[in-house]
Every structure is written in C-alpha cells, then in structure tokens.
C-alpha cells in the first residue's frame, strides 16, 4: 500500500483515524502498531514475520544492553552482537546476490564455473527499520535514552507506518516522550492535513508527469547532447519532488495522530555547496550517517588524512546504503570526495548571500551525482555522461521528441520554477547557521528546532482583537479595521483554495494513471 492510492486515501486513512479519535489514550499506541502491521503487510504477509523478529531482536538486545550498565563492556558486547545480527539481515537480503554476481564475474574470468543462487527478494523497507533499530540500541550504550520495557511503543516505533516504507529516519530518543504524551489538537491536525495535500501534489502531480521525460531519455540508445541533459535535469527534479512529497505526507500524517517529525528537506538546490547539500537533502538520513557511522570511524578526532578518510567512507558506505549496486558506490564516493575536498579547503557550508557561480558548481556536481545513481548499469551511466559532456548536438532526437508532451515539459519548468521561488525564498527567511541539530521538536516548547539549524521562534497567532469579529467591530476604527482584517486574510485563503484545486485534481490525476511507486522504496 502507499499513500498515493486510492485504497489509501478513501478506505485505510479515513477508518484508522476514526478509530484512532475514538480509542482512548490507553489503547491509541496499539491501534497504530496493528494498523501499521496491516499496511505493511498488504505487500507481502510473509516479510511481516522478518520485520517482527527484527523489532523483538532488537527490544531484547536493548534490554540487555541496559541491565549491562551504560558503556561498560559487557555493554559493548550485547551492542555488537545486536549490529551484527541485523547488518547481517540487512546484508543477506539486500546485498547477497550484489556480492555473488560479483565474486562470479571474477572466477568465470578464469575459467571456473559460476554459483548459481537463488533471486532474493528485497522486503520493502528493511534499510528504514534495521538502521532505526541499530540507532536504538546505540543510543541505549551511549546513555542517549534509556532502554524502553514497553513493547508496544517500541514495536509501534519501528512500525509507525507514515515513515514505514522511505523514512525519514527517526530516532527512538526524539519519539519516546511522544509515545506516552502527545497533544491532539484542531490546529495541529488541519496542519498534518495542509503538509499531507503539498506532498501529495509534489508526488502526482509533477514528480509523476516529469517521470516519463527522464525514463525516455536514459532509455536512449545513443543519446544527444539535449537528450542527456534533459534527462538528467528531469531526474534532478522527479526525485526531488517524488521524495520530498513522500516526506512531506509522512509528516503531515505523524502530525494528524499527534507526533512531530524531524523534517526531511530544506531546499537542497539552493546550495552553495555538497557539504551544505547534505545538511539540506535527507537531514534524517545525513545526520544518521554523521552520529552513528562518522562518528563512529572516529570523526574529526584523528590526524587531518582520518578525517578525510572517516567523510570519504561514510559517504561510500552511505551510496551503497541506497542498493546493490556499483552505481550507487561510485554515486556515494563521488560526494565524499567532494565532502572532503570542501573540508580541506574550508569552504563555507553556512553562506550568508548567494553567490551566482557556487551555486551553479554545486548544482552541476549534484546534477553530474544523480545520472549514475539513476542510471541502471555503468554502461548507461557512461553513454549519459558521453552525450552530456561531448557538447555536440543539443537538439532532441526524433524518438524522444516524439515521446514528450507539451504537459511533461511545461510541468519541469514549473518544477524549477517552484524550487528557484521557494528556495530563494527560504534562503534569506531561514539560512544555515550552525551543526545541525538532528533532533524533533518537543509540543510543550515555544521554538521550533529543525534538523538544519538554531531554534527559530515561531510566529505568534493573532490577539483577541485581531481574530474576533465582534470584538472589532467595537474598536475605535470600527468597520475600517475589519475590512482591513478581512482583506488582509485575502492571501492566506487564496493559497487554501489553489491546494484544495490542485489536491483535487491530484487525486483525479492519481485515479486515471496506473500504479507509480515513489522512488525510494526500491532503496
């Protein structure tokens, strides 16, 4: 089941959160644990069970872990019999066969028979909840959070299906106060459904229509030059709003059931560099990689070369994180190097002001990143970036021409169009400043901490007087307040009225095409 689907959208969400308001506060956790097993298993039943005995593993694990003590070293030993286990599931499903293809292209090249194995399905979702089960008890060790007797909320932890199937990657830490006290308010529920209908457009109405111009253009035998560049510029933007939609959704549902999520994006191409990319694109994912994995190489903490070294292997490990692939390999060394070359010329990852000629170099090594981490083999990936960098015919061949419609193409300018707007605007509004702070933010606190930055106030609602009617009508300017008040609000309806179209249309849109997976459920 995904979200963009109408079983989803008129018959699981509406009966869930039915029952969900009128559950009591008691029994609301264990409604959405089963309602999260159900909607996981409407793919398969069977991987149900693996996703079980991985939640079970891992509560028992940290049970063990926190009667050892905190980072005693009976401690250290439950923590790595736990990783273990479950990088060794994550190992056997997703990168068994990667490694067996592999080897056999190395003995058939001197004359030895291959090994024959058998296809292994990839159950959905396995990387989101074995990296979410391996932060839990690592933070369990490093004293972070204590580890929970709670069954239910840690299996419905790892299962809340809003970010079952492609994240973002939560943290047991920055949920568990959430689990046993959370508000549900009028507010905050018209808030998850305003951020659920954005996603849902990001996702069907224009990642969905911009899909058909890259999958055209990388199904190329012989690309041109305008063929591979725009392919790759309708990738850049397709996964951008493909995944970002998905993240937006996510949040709004975790917002209609009480719970605040760590946002996913912020504007990534707007960057004036990779190290400023990643504190932007997948903030979940790249703040993941940076506690538990760079941290855990050694971080900064070494010679100047190990620092390089832990950036470069974290990005590495991070690309092949995303699939059995070389793609993916090359995908993840291609931003370690960068990371550390940035790092080694300290170059900025916080600017204060666009620069024109940064922002143009960091788009292109982002867009250059993206052709092999689509592209389904090197050979693909090679014929890309020959036709994109050889500079020869930069008119459209006959074929892919012949393919594209004035919708498809329309709808990438608007995509780019919309990034350019919002993430100017979001630029100057709201710029980096600081490490950024992978934590969610807390109901009861008066700022908001996002994954990117400081706290930010957030803005105050309207006084009494602004908000009643009555109460205007009786101040000294009387009918020329209210008028001013009413017209004021004039924006905020209008924009109400333009999602609701376009959330309408989307799902009419939605109704009429065939089944369109997003994109990360094949990571």
Known sequence: MVFSSNVFLFLFLPVFLGLYYLSGNRYRNLLLLIASYIFYAWWRVDFLAL????????YWIGLRIGAAGVRTKPAQKWLIFGVVVDLCVL????YAGFGVESLNTIITSFGFEPFIVTHILLPIGISFYV???ISYIIDVYRGDTPATHNLIDFAAFV???????????LRFKDL?????HRTHTVDKFAEGCTRFMQGFIKKVFIADSIAPIADHCFALSDPTTGDAWLGALAYTAQLYFDF?????MAIGLGLMMGFRFMENFNQPYISQSITEFWRRWHISLSTWLRDYLYISLGGNRGSTFATYRNLFLTMLLGGLWHGANFTYVIWGAWHGMWLAIERAFGVDAAPRRIRPLKWAFTFLLVVAGWVIFRAENLDVAWRMYAAMFSFGDWRLSELNAAQLTSLQVSTLVLAYLTMAWFGIRQF???PLTGAPKARAESDGGKEKVDANGPATA???GPSATQDDPAAIAYSPSGALAYRQSWLAQWPLLATRLALLLLFALSVLKLSAQSFSPFLYFQF
């Open 176 to 180: 568990v106060d959430q689990f046993n």
């Open 159 to 169: 299962a809340i299906f809003p970010h079952l199937i492609a994240g973002p990657v």
């Open 51 to 58: 996703f079980i005995g991985v939640t079970v593993f891992n």
């Open 91 to 94: 190992g056997y499903f997703k």
């Open 131 to 133: 990296f979410e089960s």
């Open 458 to 460: 957030q803005p105050r």
């Open 244 to 248: 970002s939609g998905y993240s937006d």
């Open 428 to 430: 100057h509004a709201q």
